[in-house]
């Protein structure tokens, strides 16, 4: 298949077809940013890379990264807590993804798999996610099996409290060709980020010996999130346009090629 690389005015007429509002009681249930979830009423808005499993592995990697001790199990905890329960956590495979290896499917984690030291985290951090993927499982959560080849033609960075559906029919002079968006939800991260900081915190799952903070966390969870994220995108994306996508209350909306 002949992908499609999104202009700027076909990412407006996308995003103004495909939108809709955050449910504030379910803002912090993710989904990957993988453009092959189904445009379906309660899709998670919260788009990041690997959706949970990615959430857990950036908490792995700034302890390692930044050199602060952490309690991965009062971390998995912390986490779950922020989203209401273990059947809250979201991750993902597809229809090639191995399904007794857990997430094998979503192109993050396999990335990180494939190159633990890019993403700093180590063989025993990808051990601790799986363990706790099945351990989800177990307690009610949902691997989503995601369907059909990858059509992503642009990636989008969205702020505000709307969300953008990542299935398109575009109209071409050849007619309607399917298109894909990857999506990565910035400001609801933030937020989901920013509560998970405090909770980690208050809940003693990091060890700070200098007297940093919980607003020394979320800084450093957002520098590894955003490197995630470019990792990614570098492996699996990299032919395509970035574009920002900032939501107003009432729906309207602004882009920007980045
Ligand atoms: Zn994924």
Same mark, same amino acid.
């Given at each position: ?17 495909? /939108?809709?509002?955050?449910? @504030?009681? /379910?803002?912090?249930?993710? /989904?990957?940013?993988?453009? /092959? ?13 690997? =959706? ?25 905890? $912390? ?9 809250? *956590? ?12 857990? =997430?094998?499917?979503?192109?993050? *984690? ?5 190159? @633990? ?36 033609? =642009? ?10 559906? @990542? ?14 968006? *990857? !999506?990565?939800?910035?400001?609801? $991260? ?14 003693? =799952? ?13 800084? !450093? ?10 990792? $990614? ?11 920002? !996508? ?13």
């Amino acid at each position: 298949m002949n992908k499609i690389i999104l202009s700027e005015k076909e990412v407006n007429d996308l995003v103004a077809e495909n /939108r809709y509002k955050v449910d @504030p009681s /379910r803002k912090f249930i993710s /989904r990957c940013i993988d453009g /092959r979830y189904k445009n379906e009423e309660g899709l998670a808005v919260q788009a990041f890379p690997g =959706a949970d499993v990615g959430e857990l592995a950036m908490v792995l990697s700034a302890s390692r990264s930044y050199g602060f001790e952490i309690d991965r199990e009062k971390v998995f905890a $912390t986490l779950v807590e922020v989203l209401g329960g273990e059947s809250n *956590f979201s991750f993902h495979t597809d229809e090639h993804g191995d399904r007794l290896k857990l =997430a094998s499917g979503c192109g993050h *984690f396999k990335q990180i798999n494939l190159d @633990p030291k890019a993403y700093k985290i180590e063989k025993e951090d990808i051990d601790f996610i799986n363990e706790k993927l099945g351990y989800v499982k177990s307690k009610g959560s949902e691997e989503t099996v995601l369907e059909g080849d990858h059509a992503e033609g =642009a990636i989008l960075m969205v702020k505000g409290n709307w969300g953008v559906y @990542p299935r398109y029919e575009l109209e071409t002079e050849k007619g309607k060709k399917f298109v894909e968006v *990857f !999506v990565y939800h910035q400001s609801l $991260t933030d937020e989901k980020h920013r509560l998970l900081s405090d909770k980690l915190v208050k809940n003693g =799952a990091v060890k700070f010996v200098l007297g940093e903070d919980s607003e020394y966390l979320y800084q !450093v969870l957002s520098e590894t999130s955003e490197n995630h994220l470019m990792e $990614t995108a570098k492996r699996l994306a990299s032919d395509l346009p970035i574009y920002s !996508v900032q939501f107003e209350a009432d729906g309207s909306f602004k882009t920007a090629k980045l």
